[in-house]
């Protein structure tokens, strides 16, 4: 029998998505790019797959015929708090760029999007979880919150609550440069893969969810601080 151990396993992308060109485009993609890709055209098939194959990111459309993204995204989120989820979809609303963050999405892209942007991104998801663990930065704590990466969970006292992928990676990268600003162009860049653009609100949505979770008074924060025009700032 031969073992192929030189070959790292490929990392498996779930598309939820109804429409046939977009899977097909996808696929041929994601496929090229060295992705296994597994796909539904239905929110509760979505669901069953993801339990099933347990993918390293997925691919969510916000508009399917039995039910809509959000609920799906819900759903996954009920049994894997952590693997990042991309929404597809045709609004570019704030409001539902709100609504998908509160469900547990991580971030969005705008139909019709550039493949290549969307490649980029899962690019940046894979680099940061493959980069070499710093063992002494598994754990850290911010004022009473005990942080640890490994498990994705914050813990203060009794209550403990899970991150996601990008909330963890976020956290790490203010931890790294602990007491330094680090600018929201970086955050973007080397987080979710892509360029900052003036409109860009997705590190503030997850800074706000951060907050929430680590601050005492998440309006008047002590340790997740805003440096206005520039960025954000880890004060332990
Ligand atoms: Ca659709």
Do not use: G, V
């Given at each position: 029998m031969l073992l192929r151990l030189d070959v790292a396993p490929r990392k498996k992308i779930l598309v939820i998505e109804d429409e046939p060109h977009i899977v097909l485009g996808l696929t041929d993609a994601l496929e090229f790019e060295g992705f296994a890709v597994v796909s539904a055209s239905k929110g509760k098939d979505g669901v069953a797959l993801a339990r099933q194959?347990?993918?390293?990111?997925v691919l969510l459309?916000?508009?399917?015929?039995?039910?809509n993204g959000f609920k799906v995204c819900e759903e996954l989120r009920r049994?894997?708090?952590f693997v990042p989820i991309i929404m597809l979809t045709a609004r570019s609303q704030e409001v539902d760029k709100i609504r998908g963050l509160d469900a547990g999405a991580d971030d969005y892209v705008t139909k019709p999007f550039s493949v290549g942007e969307l490649i980029a991104r899962l690019r940046a998801i894979f680099r940061r979880a493959a980069r070499p663990s710093e063992s002494a930065a598994e754990t850290f704590t911010i004022g009473d919150v005990k942080v640890n990466m490994t498990a994705h969970t914050i813990d203060q006292g009794s209550h403990s609550e899970q991150l996601s992928f990008y909330e963890v990676e976020l956290l790490r990268l203010l931890h790294e440069r602990v007491g330094q600003p680090v600018s929201r162009d970086e955050i973007l860049q080397k987080i979710w893969g892509i360029e900052a653009g003036a409109s860009n609100r997705t590190v503030d949505n997850f800074i706000v969810k951060l907050r929430k979770k680590i601050e005492k008074s998440p309006d008047k924060?002590?340790?997740?601080?805003t440096v206005y025009g520039f960025g954000y700032k880890l004060a332990p």
């Open positions: 194959e347990k993918p390293d990111a459309d916000l508009m399917l015929p039995d039910t049994f894997d708090p924060p002590e340790h997740i601080l």
